[in-house]
């Protein structure tokens, strides 16, 4: 079945820590997405890619790191300069023009 | 003024009722309309999308879209215990680029039994 898939499930990460969320689809799309959602809130973008080896930053990169090395893969590491990385974190691709469809996603918690 | 609005709720409906879910956005050249479902804990699915004025139907759901009001609603007929989530409106920008995708808060839909 063709579809996002996002590890961990739950993360904690530690005071100065970097920490690497998993991103991996096999939908052959091309744009890949990462997003965070804090509670009662909607969607900001972090980073997305619209090809292999190229991205660009979202609404809110600060503090946060990503690579585009396969089609397939879009991994986010939230590094120690985001100091407040507490949330829910969500990963999408989509094709031109179309909605995005979304992973399971990933809670990050601070321990 | 957030580029993306609706109301926050929550909007309780009993079951069988029409759910009226509503969504304000303030780009003009706006293109691409999306409604999406989120249960809680949960990721967004998306459950309907709209390009042109008018009404667009799949199943229970209706999307309605006015661009000259710059409004959009998705309407949900004979609600179910099962509909119960957060639905969030999704706005995209001139460009069509999903990078100009912005989403609103949420309205949180709980249909009474």
């Known amino acids: 079945d063709g579809g996002i898939t996002q590890s961990p499930k739950y993360l904690f990460r530690k005071e100065g820590q970097n920490v690497t969320l998993s991103c991996e689809q096999n939908?052959?799309?091309?744009?890949m997405y990462w997003y965070r959602q804090d509670p009662g809130q909607g969607l900001r973008l972090i980073y997305y890619?619209?090809?292999?080896?190229?991205?660009q930053k979202g609404d809110i990169a600060e503090g946060y790191s990503v690579s585009r090395e396969k089609k397939e893969s879009f991994p986010l590491t939230v590094t120690s300069a985001q100091k407040n990385p507490t949330a829910f974190y969500l990963c999408a691709s989509s094709t031109q023009g179309n909605g995005l469809f979304f992973g399971s996603g990933t809670q990050l918690s601070v321990l | 003024q957030k580029e993306v609005e609706q109301n926050s709720g929550p909007l309780s409906v009993p079951e069988g009722a029409i759910a009226s879910l509503n969504c304000t956005y303030s780009d003009r050249g706006s293109q691409s309309f999306f409604w999406y479902r989120q249960y809680s804990g949960k990721s967004p699915e998306l459950i309907m999308s709209?390009?042109?004025?008018g009404d667009k139907e799949d199943g229970r759901f209706t999307a309605q879209l006015n661009k000259a009001s710059q409004y959009v609603s998705l309407l949900i007929r004979d609600s179910q215990p099962s509909d119960s989530a957060t639905y969030l409106c999704?706005?995209?920008?001139?460009?069509?680029?999903?990078?100009?995708?912005?989403f609103g808060s949420g309205t949180q839909l709980t249909v009474l039994p």
């Open positions: 999704a706005v995209n920008g001139r460009s069509g680029s999903a990078r100009q995708l912005t």
């Open positions: 890619s619209q090809i292999v080896n190229d991205f």
């Open positions: 709209i390009y042109s004025n």
């Open positions: 939908l052959n799309h091309d744009a």
